[in-house]
């Protein structure tokens, strides 16, 4: 049996499309079974249409706090009885649930703790590793808490910081390793080998 999963966005949906593009060339073992968007008329909920999942909206804009939305979102969510919640360029504040703990991961385009954080997002954070002069940015899967790119770290790569670079070719660079690197840890989640202890994440071996 495939993992179910829900996909919440807020864009694109690049990272969604990866995502069914694994599932149905059989090299991640899941099946998205809705999306979520934060914004009405998003590309990301074209691709969902495209792929015949069920796919709503629930305006960030409409609600007067992270708690009022979040309630919004999970009553959206739990119609559907995800084993996993994969936010995938989902620009919001989300509060857990208890139901969900340890059930929600995100991408982020930075090596976390580096370049995280409240209005570090999409092309943001790009902007903010070259006005730095960092010299290596990259890719982090991380489970979700109540805090911006906080909950534990599933996995990391890491990607350099070329001389030339714009926001935009870095952000080229950071996607290709999060097309690896996101549906890997979604695989180790689905095989059950991630287990939270504190703040580390362990690997279990197959
Ligand atoms: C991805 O690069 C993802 O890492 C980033 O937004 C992009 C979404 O692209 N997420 C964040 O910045 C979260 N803090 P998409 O809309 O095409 O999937």
């Not at 829900?6 to 949906?13: E, Y």
């Not at 090299?27 to 495209?50: H, I, K, M, T, Y």
């Not at 360029?89 to 580096?114: K, T």
């Not at 999060?178 to 690997?203: C, H, N, S, T, W």
Request: proline share 7%.
């Amino acid at each position: 049996m495939p993992l179910t999963v829900a996909v919440l966005l807020s864009g694109n949906g690049s990272t969604l499309q990866n995502l069914l593009d694994r599932a149905a060339s059989g090299a991640l073992d899941v099946q998205v079974v809705c999306v979520v968007s934060s914004r009405a008329g998003v590309f990301g909920l074209e691709r969902a249409r495209r792929a015949g999942i069920p796919a709503i909206t629930v305006p960030r804009k409409d609600y007067a706090t992270p708690e009022t939305f979040g309630e919004a979102i999970w009553s959206e969510v739990r119609k559907h009885s995800p084993g996993l919640v994969v936010l995938a360029g989902f620009m919001s504040l989300l509060p857990v649930p208890p139901d969900f703990r340890g059930r929600i991961i995100n991408v982020h385009p930075a090596l976390i703790p580096a370049f995280s954080g409240k209005g570090m997002y999409g092309q943001h954070v790009h902007e903010a590793v070259l006005a730095y002069g960092a010299k290596v940015s990259g890719a982090t899967v991380h489970f979700v808490d109540e805090e911006y790119d906080r909950g534990p770290v599933i996995l990391q790569s890491a990607v350099p910081v070329l001389e030339d670079d714009t926001p935009e070719t870095l952000a080229t660079r950071v996607q290709a390793e999060e097309r690896d690197l996101y549906p890997k840890a979604i695989q180790l989640f689905a095989e059950g080998r991630l287990r939270i202890e504190d703040r580390r994440v362990r690997i279990l071996p197959k």
